[in-house]
């Protein structure tokens, strides 16, 4: 398999072989603007982040929803709700759990991060699972089925993005590979 690092025009590093192209961003770092606006795959198009971080990161900003409607029991459920509908609009798009993990939301098109009201709109689908948990048995099955679609959708999109993520017009990256300034 013949690889090979290739420095662009403007700095950039690639390393380059059969179906593989990567950014060295050790090398240099570069705003995700700068790098999309030359990343040989074209414009607009990021390698999605990893499934597994994806889950670890939402577990965690779920854990927090559930704390939250335990902890503060009169208003704790809507607390928690809340905090799952604009987790991701906060700090650069990025929620507790993804800035513990490493990832970001962001906007693909327009190079930028994810705000209030794209959170708002990607996490519909994670907010109704938590409201319909509450509900025994079947509840718990509609909040299953939710999951289990999105989590699909995640894995089999090329891009990783979920039905929220479409909606919204948002996806998900590895913070470490492509990096926003904060």
Not at 127 to 150: C, K, N
């Amino acid at each position: 398999m013949g690889l090979a690092v290739v420095a662009s025009k403007n700095g950039d590093s690639f390393v380059l072989g059969p179906g593989l192209c990567y950014t060295l961003p050790l090398i240099t770092r570069r705003s995700l603007a700068e790098q999309v606006a030359f990343h040989p795959l074209g414009a607009g198009i990021y390698p999605k982040a990893t499934v597994l971080n994806r889950f670890i990161a939402k577990l965690i900003d779920v854990f927090l929803a559930a704390a939250a409607a335990e902890v503060i029991v009169p208003v704790g459920l809507l607390a928690g709700v809340a905090y799952l509908f604009v987790a991701d609009g906060f700090a650069g798009g990025r929620s507790i759990g993804k800035r513990l993990i490493g990832l970001q939301t962001v906007l693909p098109d327009s190079r930028e991060p994810a705000g209030f009201r794209e959170s708002i709109i990607r996490n519909i689908p994670f907010a109704a699972a938590q409201v319909l948990f509450v509900v025994p048995y079947v509840g718990w099955l509609a909040s299953t089925v939710i999951v289990a679609f999105e989590a699909i959708l995640i894995i089999g999109n090329e891009q990783g993005r979920r039905l929220g993520d479409e909606l919204a017009g948002t996806q998900v990256l590895d913070a470490g590979r492509l990096a926003l300034p904060e």
